[in-house]
């Protein structure tokens, strides 16, 4: 069964190796950039981390950075994401909730932009 929950530091390797292409196009590179930057936000904003599993693995990822004035939707990756339309569809919920009270701008990376529009 599939739930949301807030994201851990023992969840960062398995995060950043799956958005680790949405970092850079060097597979490698692009891993230590997400590996730092999922650390970085778990230090600055743990709670709007967000990971969903089925209890064997993880299956989507977000994280969210809500600013003074912006809000940015900084990772959201399913994987597999046409085989998993109920991870991506919890995920889409969670960021519901936020963006009905957001009173700022509101800041998506591309791709978090695409698979939000395409799914």
Not at 92 to 119: D, F, G, H, S, W
């Amino acid at each position: 069964m599939l739930k949301i929950r807030n994201m851990g530091v023992e969840d960062a390797e398995t995060v950043a190796k799956m958005v680790a292409l949405d970092h850079d196009a060097d597979p490698a590179k692009g891993y230590k950039e997400a590996r730092k930057h999922t650390l970085d936000h778990l230090k600055i904003v743990p709670q709007h981390c967000y990971i969903v599993d089925d209890d064997k693995q993880i299956i989507a990822a977000m994280v969210l950075h809500p600013q003074d004035k912006v809000f940015e939707i900084e990772d959201f990756h399913v994987k597999e994401i046409q085989r998993n339309k109920q991870a991506l569809a919890l995920l889409k919920a969670r960021l519901l909730e936020y963006l009905e009270n957001v009173q700022t701008e509101v800041l998506c990376c591309p791709y978090a932009l695409m698979r939000l529009i395409a799914n």
